[in-house]
Every structure is written in C-alpha cells, then in structure tokens.
Nanobody
Framework: QVQLVESGGGLVHPGESLRLSCAASRIIFSIYTMGWYRQAPGKQREFIARITSETRTNYADSVKGRFTISRDNAKNTVYLQMNSLKPEDTAVYYC?????????WGQGTQVTVSS
C-alpha cells in the first residue's frame, strides 16, 4: 500500500512561515501528481496546491503568492512552503498522491496561526 506521512505543522504567529513535508513509502513516487489540501473546523476540505510529475504547479487563489509546492523525487517527499501565514490558514493539512488507480491521503498535520 501507499503510505503518506505529513510533518512540520505547529503553532506560529501571523506573518511567520512553516514548511510542511510529506514523505511517501517506497513507491513509484516520481510519476505521481502530488498535492496538498486543508480542512478547517466546520469547513469543507479545500484544495491548496498541486505538482505534477513534470513539476508543473497549480495553486488555490487563497494561497497564491504565499505558498510554494515542491518535490524531491530522490527523497520521495513533497513540500509545502508557507509564508506570510494568516489566522485563516489554520487547518489540518493533508497530503495527497494521485494515481490512475486511486487517490491516497495522509493523516494530516495541524497548522495553527494565532496571535
């Protein structure tokens, strides 16, 4: 099975930065589209960013210019660099691997932005 493990979440103040990591199990990571979603309390799960096997990227308007998704295929890891964090960024952040067969999700990591 595919296993995804997120890390790097925590508590920060507005304007600060965090980098999330998503480590995948020993799979054919390099051919997967990878992405990040988030879910705040009482809200639907929201698309944040996506990166293809060709390293093409796509971002939600709410994070464009502040967040950057990247991948390191040698480490089977995808990252989400989050700058200029706002209280409304508070959510559980989930990593996703998209394959032709199905989608795989991590368990999530909590990000809290508070003064």
């Amino acid at each position: 099975q595919v296993q995804l493990v997120e890390s790097g979440g925590g508590l920060v103040h507005p304007g600060e930065s965090l980098r999330l990591s998503c480590a995948a199990s020993r799979i054919i990571f390099s051919i997967y589209t990878m992405g990040w979603y988030r879910q705040a309390p009482g809200k639907q799960r929201e698309f944040i960013a996506r990166i293809t096997s060709e390293t093409r990227t796509n971002y939600a308007d709410s994070v464009k210019g502040r967040f950057t998704i990247s991948r390191d295929n040698a480490k089977n890891t995808v990252y989400l660099q989050m700058n200029s964090l706002k209280p409304e960024d508070t959510a559980v952040y989930y990593c996703i691997a998209q394959t032709t067969a199905r989608d795989y999700w991590g368990q999530g990591t909590q990000v809290t932005v508070s003064s």
